[in-house]
């Protein structure tokens, strides 16, 4: 935790002297500087939340909250996040949540919200035609009931035989595909372990 503090911290300062100096009254030359100063900025933020969580998870330091929450605030919350891009792709993105799942539930919202969100950047990130649907309802079990969510896309699939991979650590189905369309490769790792 001490780490992830020293890490974020001069990071934080730098992406706020670089969203301030966008803010100023620059040549177009030196304004588009400040936004890719800003833009890696994000980007590299990124990247050092994924490695601090994937880190944290397995040192087993990483608690998950019980809390009350509505899950159609998530899914609302989500779609919100993304339905510019998805109208700016020409992409269709909706959710539904049938009426069976209760309204308030018992868990960790923030990380739930990381994973639907991880699925949902993942999915239109592979998705030029067609659409993003995230899913949830209510499935009885010996013990009760589960809540399944899914996340389902038009996108281009992924070899059986490579499915297994797209969950692990840094592993993609093809690395072409990680320089065409970036990430690091640990979202989906990072979702599974807190699944």
Same mark, same amino acid.
């Given at each position: 935790?001490?780490?992830?503090?020293?890490?974020?911290?001069?990071?934080?300062?730098?992406?706020?002297?670089?969203?301030?100096?966008?803010?100023? %009254?620059?040549?177009? #030359?030196?304004?588009?500087?400040?936004?890719?100063?800003?833009?890696?900025?994000?980007?590299?933020?990124?990247?050092?939340?994924?490695?601090?969580?994937?880190?944290?998870?397995?040192?087993?330091? *990483? =608690?998950?909250?019980?809390?009350?929450?509505? $899950?159609?605030?998530?899914?609302?919350?989500?779609?919100?996040?993304?339905?510019? !891009?998805?109208?700016? #792709?020409?992409?269709? *993105?909706?959710?539904?949540?049938? %009426?069976? &799942? %209760?309204?308030?539930?018992?868990?960790?919202?923030?990380?739930?919200?990381? &994973?639907?969100?991880?699925?949902?950047?993942?999915?239109?990130?592979?998705?030029?035609?067609?659409?993003?649907?995230?899913?949830?309802?209510?499935?009885?079990?010996?013990?009760?009931?589960?809540?399944?969510?899914?996340?389902?896309?038009?996108?281009?699939?992924?070899?059986?035989?490579?499915?297994? $991979?797209?969950?692990?650590?840094?592993?993609?189905? =093809?690395?072409?595909?990680? !320089? #065409?369309?970036?990430?690091?490769?640990?979202?989906?790792?990072?979702?599974? #372990?807190?699944?």
């Amino acid at each position: 935790s001490m780490m992830s503090h020293e890490i974020r911290t001069p990071m934080n300062g730098m992406m706020v002297m670089a969203q301030m100096l966008a803010a100023a %009254p620059l040549s177009p #030359r030196h304004l588009r500087f400040a936004e890719i100063i800003n833009r890696s900025g994000q980007n590299l933020l990124a990247i050092i939340n994924d490695v601090l969580d994937i880190s944290k998870i397995e040192a087993g330091r *990483l =608690d998950l909250e019980a809390n009350p929450f509505s $899950l159609d605030q998530i899914l609302a919350d989500v779609y919100g996040l993304f339905a510019e !891009r998805a109208r700016e #792709r020409g992409v269709y *993105l909706g959710f539904s949540v049938d %009426p069976s &799942v %209760p309204t308030v539930l018992t868990g960790d919202a923030t990380r739930l919200n990381q &994973v639907i969100t991880n699925l949902v950047n993942n999915a239109l990130k592979f998705t030029e035609k067609g659409g993003v649907i995230i899913r949830a309802k209510s499935v009885k079990t010996e013990a009760g009931f589960k809540v399944s969510i899914s996340v389902s896309d038009t996108g281009i699939g992924i070899a059986k035989e490579k499915l297994a $991979l797209v969950f692990d650590r840094f592993a993609q189905a =093809d690395q072409s595909i990680t !320089r #065409r369309f970036g990430g690091t490769g640990l979202g989906l790792a990072i979702s599974k #372990r807190l699944i």
